[in-house]
Nanobody, 130 residues
Framework: QLQLVESGGGLVQPGGSMRLSCAAASGHNLDYYAIVWFRQAPGKEREGISCITHSGRRTDYSDSVRGRFTISRDNAKSVAYLQMNNLKPEDTGRYYC??????????????????????WGKGISVAVSS
């Protein structure tokens, strides 16, 4: 059973930056999993915002974060990251990482959003406020 743990959230001012991490629990690795970052703002539905294939060769973003957020991964450390720059108040929410067991390299975020996702982290809160 793969366990995912998010870290790096908290409070940041508008325009600031923050990096979230999604780590596999000890003894597990993410080598064969695509990773998707989701977020859920208060009172809104959960949305997928970024994904990265298992190799890291392909990434994709939602329009709401493209150009500001960067997803990456380090399979040697079994960690995926979400670098968030130029944060806005509307980025406030709870952020989740999820893993889907797939070796496909041509998946888009829209396509991955149709998957159930095999494993989920418990999420971490991000608040963007002055």
């Amino acid at each position: 059973q793969l366990q995912l743990v998010e870290s790096g959230g908290g409070l940041v001012q508008p325009g600031g930056s923050m990096r979230l991490s999604c780590a596999a629990a000890s003894g597990h690795n993410l080598d064969y999993y695509a990773i998707v970052w989701f977020r859920q703002a208060p009172g809104k539905e959960r949305e997928g915002i970024s994904c990265i294939t298992h190799s890291g060769r392909r990434t994709d973003y939602s329009d709401s974060v493209r150009g500001r957020f960067t997803i990456s991964r380090d399979n040697a450390k079994s960690v995926a990251y979400l670098q968030m720059n130029n944060l806005k108040p509307e980025d406030t929410g709870r952020y989740y990482c999820a893993a889907e067991l797939t070796a496909a390299e041509d998946l888009t975020l829209a396509e991955l959003m149709t998957f159930r996702m095999d494993y989920w982290g418990k999420g971490i809160s991000v608040a963007v406020s002055s």
